[in-house]
Structure formats: structure tokens, C-alpha cells
């Protein structure tokens, strides 16, 4: 039997970080790309020099040539660059679209049955250009953000209440980002739902702490952004499908009106295997169409971006 093998794309923190984690999983061999050279080769080399002490035999290279990639089973998409100073949100997103626009082509000529994983910021519209720019079917197309954002509102209930993180279960829709729908109903410690646990105010305090969670670690590190929860996220999505878990976790998944929006899926070995429909109330369903408008509102500006770019 031979070992699956993920490609991930970026060398950066969270890629190097998801890598790390995979390798040492022994989940799969591991192909760290980026397009700065020496970068993958010597994280790599570093990861690979590792694998004695831990002890694991999964085989990690660093390259910037996607020919090595070939016949991957999972490609992770983690490249793109940060906001700079004085670069507006759209001048990110578009340069963030073109850089994966242009990994995704160029990796999936290698691997055209690989299940591709988006991490790339704006998440919901990097998602949609992965698919346009893949051809791939909605299965194999997949956004890891909600099980971040899940595994944050996880972290502060278990902070609240003094108890162990394993007996916290956390359920976040929605879009990626400040309009994220945090559902207190369906998050429980033990089975029981945190609204029985705690007051309204506290509920409401680390649901917002849950969708600020991101800009909370950027002003505390200045420079940067998280990447030991989001590596952590994009590991349990890649062993989920390589182990045929089916998991059922929240994804960025293509479906609401022709877009990418977080909802609780089935990840197996063909991808995204199905969606759990749940019940909402009045009030979540509102939050849900308002973070879904925030989505359509950020692919309308893509393709404006995009429009304006070809003219
Ligand atoms: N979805 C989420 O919940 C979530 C969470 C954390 C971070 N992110 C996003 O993940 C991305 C990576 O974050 P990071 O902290 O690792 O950033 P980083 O700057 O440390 O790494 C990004 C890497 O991408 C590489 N890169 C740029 N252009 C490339 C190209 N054309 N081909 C190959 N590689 C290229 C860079 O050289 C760099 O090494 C960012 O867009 C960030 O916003 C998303």
C-alpha cells in the first residue's frame, strides 16, 4: 500500500504549519510548494530532518516545481500575501485571486483527482476562483474556515466554564469573517446547549469574541495572523477525507444561490460527500441570509475586479 500525498501550496506559516502536522501524523507523504525559492526546499529539509526523533516515515519535500507535485490526493491552497500598509481590501483580493487562480491551474494539471482544500483569504471568494480556475465538481472543492471558527468559540466556551475542550462541541456558519453565524443552540458542553450553561450576556460576549477571533491575534502579534488553530483546522479536514472519516464538519461548501458559504458537511474520500441540512430559527436564518449577502456582495466585486482587469 502506498501512502497518500498532499501538496500544499505556500511555504509560509500556515502551510509549513499544516505540513509539519501532516508529516508528523504520518497522514501522508507531504510536497511544500511556494513560489520564493530555497523557502519549501529548506522547510522541507527541516521537516524532514525531524521525522527520526518523532519517529515518522512519511516523506516531506520542499520544491517550486508542481511536476513534483503530480498525483497528489489533497492539494492545500495556503499561498497568497498579506494586507500591506495602504492596500485596500480589494487590491488584496485581487491580487490573492490571481495567485490562486494560477496555483490551482497549475496544480491540478498534475493532480486532476485531487480534492483541493482553500485557506486563502477573502476565504468564500478564494473558493470560487479555485472552482472556476479548477473545473473541479463542488464535492472536490472545499473551504477550511468554519472549523477554525468552531474550534475558536470551542476554546473560550472551554475557558468559560472550566471544563475540557474534548467535551465542547461548536457549531459556526456562514461566511468567513465578521458577519460568521455562531449558533449558541446547537453549541453544547456534554450534549447540554450553552444557552443552559451560561447568562445571554456571556453567550453573546464569546460570540463575539468568536467572530473577532482573527483580529485579536493580529494585534497582539502586529505582524502576521494566526496559523497554529488554522493549521490545526486544515489538518482535521485533510485527515478526514484521506481517512474516509466522514467527519461532519463546517465547510465552505458551494450551494447556497451559487456560492460558497460555511454549513456542516460529511468529508469523506470523495470530498465534500453531503451537506446536513439543519433547522434554524427565524433569527439564524436572518444572520445566515445576511452573511451569504456579505459572500455574494464579496464575488460581485471579484468579478467586477476581474471585468475591469480584462478591459
Ligand atoms: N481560512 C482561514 O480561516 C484562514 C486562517 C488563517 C490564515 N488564512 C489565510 O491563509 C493565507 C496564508 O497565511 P500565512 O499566515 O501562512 O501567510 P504567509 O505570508 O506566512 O504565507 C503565504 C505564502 O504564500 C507564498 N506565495 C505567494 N504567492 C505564491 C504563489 N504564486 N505560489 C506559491 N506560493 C506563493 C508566499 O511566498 C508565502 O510563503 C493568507 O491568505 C491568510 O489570510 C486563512
Redesign the pocket.
Known amino acids: 500500500m502506498t501512502r497518500n500525498k498532499v501538496t500544499v501550496?505556500?511555504?509560509?506559516?500556515?502551510?509549513a504549519t499544516a505540513a509539519q502536522r501532516i508529516a508528523e501524523a504520518g497522514l501522508a507523504d507531504v510536497v511544500l510548494?511556494?513560489?520564493?525559492e530555497g523557502?519549501p526546499q529548506g522547510k522541507g529539509l527541516d521537516l524532514a530532518e525531524a521525522a527520526p526523533v518523532l519517529p515518522h516515515d512519511a516523506r516531506v519535500i520542499g520544491t517550486n516545481d508542481y511536476a513534483e507535485t503530480a498525483g497528489s490526493d489533497v492539494v492545500v491552497v495556503?499561498?497568497?500575501?498579506?494586507r500591506k500598509p495602504g492596500m485596500s481590501r480589494d487590491e488584496l483580493m485581487a491580487t490573492?485571486a490571481g495567485?490562486v487562480r494560477?496555483?490551482v491551474q497549475a496544480a491540478v494539471r498534475h493532480s486532476p483527482d485531487s480534492i483541493l482544500v482553500i485557506?486563502?483569504?477573502p476565504?468564500d471568494a478564494m473558493c470560487h476562483v479555485a472552482m472556476q480556475a479548477s473545473g473541479f465538481p463542488r464535492e472536490r472543492v472545499i473551504g477550511?474556515?468554519g472549523v477554525?471558527d468552531s474550534a475558536r468559540f470551542r476554546a473560550f466556551i472551554a475557558m468559560e466554564l472550566g471544563v475540557s475542550v474534548e467535551d465542547t462541541h461548536a457549531f459556526v456558519l456562514g461566511g468567513?469573517g465578521d458577519t460568521m453565524v455562531p449558533l449558541p443552540r446547537y453549541s453544547t458542553v456534554a450534549g447540554i446547549p450553552i444557552t443552559e450553561l451560561m447568562t445571554p450576556e456571556r453567550v453573546q460576549a464569546l460570540v463575539e469574541r468568536t467572530a473577532n477571533g482573527?483580529a485579536e491575534i493580529v494585534a497582539l502579534l502586529k505582524t502576521?495572523?494566526?496559523?497554529y488553530a488554522?493549521a490545526a483546522a486544515t489538518f482535521e479536514m485533510v485527515e478526514s477525507i484521506l481517512q474516509d472519516r466522514k467527519r461532519v464538519l463546517p465547510c465552505a461548501t458551494y450551494g447556497v444561490d451559487g456560492l460558497f458559504v460555511g454549513v456542516p458537511v460529511v468529508l469523506g474520500a470523495r470530498g465534500m460527500e453531503r451537506v446536513i441540512e439543519i433547522k434554524l430559527s427565524a433569527d439564524e436564518r436572518a444572520a445566515f441570509e445576511r452573511s451569504a449577502g456579505a459572500v455574494r456582495d464579496l464575488v460581485g466585486k471579484l468579478d467586477e475586479l476581474a471585468a475591469a482587469a480584462a478591459s
Open positions: 501550496i505556500g511555504a509560509g506559516n500556515v502551510g510548494i511556494d513560489i520564493v523557502l495556503t499561498s497568497g500575501i498579506a490573492n495567485i494560477s496555483v485557506v486563502t483569504n476565504l477550511m474556515a477554525l468567513h482573527g502576521g495572523s494566526a496559523y488554522p
